[in-house]
């Protein structure tokens, strides 16, 4: 660990925290309508008026702007008309809260500038709670230390036990109290707990970490002598490497060839050196020296095309996850129904969701393709794809064997009961049957009797299973196409 003593100071620090979690299955209109009751509104490009209304004094997200980013078939899965549930249903809320976070060795004062929550398919979420650091000129070490200590929902380090949030006369100790029992009270009793199963420590469904992930802008005072934005500077950006327990700067590696090689693979620089874009699984930043005017702009970037850009990325590598996960738990000689429905849902994730062009604008895709390197979603699909063709060869397998094993037994059935038995009994059950008749059988008359009958119970019983595995089937179906 490298101790850093000077380092510039920040005009502008904006902060954005997103939350994965999972929903519980078949809640979606229940969590709606607690969403509209504690004041969230839908959110739709459609109407302008919310261009300007979640984002702060003097930044402006042009919907027109932020749909022609996208390609088509992707605009239509991230900005959804009314009834397409489909897709990212995206309900948001001006909280406009004044709060102060009290750590170690700083306190800092910051302003809850809005919430979103996002519902997606395969029974995802997403909470983004909205910050600006309102104190000016503050050290960049600070302002790191907030955003490493604000995006810990529970205590892990020394440093999450000394941090305190205090708003509107409230106290929280923890960041998870004052998300889910103060920010967003109503969300808590909707996460699925079944991702945790086995956990020993956790307590909430995290789909990548403890911590929740952040987009961050860092706009940089041009009136000091900062020639350029350091390759230190950018990595303890990416790495959220704050203050020590002895309140200095540091950065979290000691060897300058490595800080030099990860940045380099981690970072966007096609406008360096005055703005830099870093990358990585926890954190999604943009560092500018830019002019006020140019600043600006790219806030509103972060906080349009490039906020749903990193959206679509965690939602592919969690969906990614998860269903490599349902595969590692399949029981393959036995989960019959949950292979075809984990078959439906590779192919509808492929189908849908997963395009290897997504962005119309050069730039854009550039950092989106940055993303997905860095979350490894592209090798994660080509072993996805893997799983499939082995589900299919498996279930073709499966199921000839099936149609043989069938075949084998309802053919000798048949041939046993229809020649021997049905010639032995077949007299006696014609028109009004005489049933003390078969009080004098023999013992293959009576066997031939049993055949005949357990052959027409056989022949029911399959063409009932069927029918009911068909609407079984068609009802699992129409589930996961609303979901």
Request: hydrophobic letters at 40%.
């Amino acid at each position: 660990m490298v101790e850093l003593h000077s380092e510039p100071t920040l005009h502008t620090a904006l902060l954005q925290f997103i939350f994965p979690f999972s929903i519980k299955p078949g809640q979606d209109k229940e969590l709606i309508a607690s969403l509209q009751r504690e004041g969230f509104t839908r959110f739709f490009l459609d109407n302008k008026e919310l261009e300007n209304a979640y984002y702060g004094e003097g930044y402006c997200v042009s919907h027109e702007k932020m749909e022609r980013s996208y390609l088509p078939f992707a605009a239509h899965v991230l900005f959804p008309r009314e009834k397409d549930s489909d897709s990212f249903r995206r309900f948001s809320r001006v909280n406009d809260l004044p709060c102060r976070l009290e750590m170690l060795f700083e306190s800092v004062n910051f302003r809850i500038l809005s919430t979103d929550v996002f519902l997606c398919p395969f029974e995802l979420g997403f909470l983004t709670i909205r910050v600006a650091i309102e104190e000016k000129n503050l050290p960049f070490s600070t302002v790191l230390e907030f955003a490493d200590r604000f995006r810990t929902l529970e205590d892990v380090c020394y440093q999450d036990k000394h941090a305190f949030i205090h708003c509107q006369e409230k106290s929280f100790g923890r960041v998870e109290d004052f998300v889910f029992k103060n920010l967003v009270s109503g969300l808590e009793p909707f996460l699925d707990p079944a991702e945790i199963d086995g956990a020993y420590f956790e307590t909430l469904p995290f789909f990548v970490d403890e911590r929740m992930l952040v987009q961050a802008f860092y706009g940089f005072n041009r009136e000091e002598e900062l020639d350029e934005i350091s390759v230190e500077l950018r990595y303890r950006a990416s790495q959220l490497d704050g203050l020590t327990i002895d309140g200095k700067p540091f950065t979290s590696a000691s060897d300058p060839e490595y800080i030099e090689q990860y940045t380099r693979e981690h970072c966007y620089s096609r406008w360096g050196p005055d703005t830099y874009y870093m990358t990585n699984e926890q954190t999604f930043c943009c560092l500018s020296r830019a002019k006020p005017d140019i600043a600006t702009e790219l806030v509103n970037q972060m906080y349009g095309e490039y906020y749903y850009g990193l959206l679509l990325s965690i939602f592919h590598k969690i969906v990614l996850l998860k269903l490599a996960n349902l595969h590692s738990r399949l029981r393959i000689n036995h989960d019959y129904d949950q292979i075809e429905n984990l078959i439906f849902l590779i192919n509808k994730f492929s189908a849908k969701f997963y395009f290897l062009e997504l962005i119309s604008q050069s730039q854009g895709r550039e950092i989106f393709f940055q993303l997905r390197k860095v979350y490894g979603n592209d090798a994660l699909f080509d072993e996805v794809k893997m799983t499939l063709n082995d589900l299919f060869q498996y279930q073709d397998k499966f199921q000839a064997k099936r149609r043989d094993t069938l075949l084998m037994v309802l053919t000798v059935f048949t041939v046993i009961s229809g020649i021997y038995g049905m010639n032995q009994v077949i007299e006696d059950l014609k028109g009004n049957i005489d049933w003390s008749k078969m009080l004098e059988y023999s013992l293959f008359e009576y066997l031939a009797l049993f055949l005949t009958f357990s052959g027409i119970a056989v022949s029911l019983g399959l063409t009932l299973r069927e029918a009911r595995n068909g609407i079984r089937s068609r009802r699992k179906r129409r589930y996961y196409d609303k979901d």
